[in-house]
């Protein structure tokens, strides 16, 4: 069975406590689950929250859940996230987005501008390694 110890080290400030942890450590994990990046798009393939943010990264996190629970995981099970967006002016209506998913086993998380995504109207695609 997998032990997973997520924490902050007392000597390095970690601002954001309700979004990542510094560090996600995980003892004889019993499998991996490795996440492409996730689009706003619903089951059809269809755009979800055209111009919302907020929005458009509950659909990501929703899909991540789905992904997930096809491969026999939960939202829990996630140590890493990588977060593409195209604006990152919206950095808080992520955040505020986020929260509402990850409650408590928070996984570390990176954030990344880029100029554009697969397709025009996407403004966000998160990736992420989960572990059982």
Partial sequence: ??????????????????VYNHY????????????SGQ???DAEGRLVGAGD?????????????????AAGGALEDIVSVVVYT??????????AARTEFFIG?????????VGHLADPGLLIEIQAIAAL
């Fill in 1 to 18: 069975m997998s032990k997973i110890t997520r924490g902050n080290p007392p000597n390095l400030k970690n601002v954001r406590k309700n």
């Fill in 24 to 35: 996600v450590r995980v003892d004889k994990p019993n499998a991996l689950i490795f996440l």
């Fill in 39 to 41: 689009l706003s798009r």
């Fill in 53 to 69: 943010m907020a929005e458009q990264t509950r659909q990501c996190i929703r899909n991540m859940r789905t992904v997930l629970e």
């Fill in 86 to 95: 195209t604006d990152m002016r919206e950095f808080k209506n992520i955040v």
């Fill in 105 to 113: 086993k928070l996984p570390t998380s990176t954030i990344v501008e």
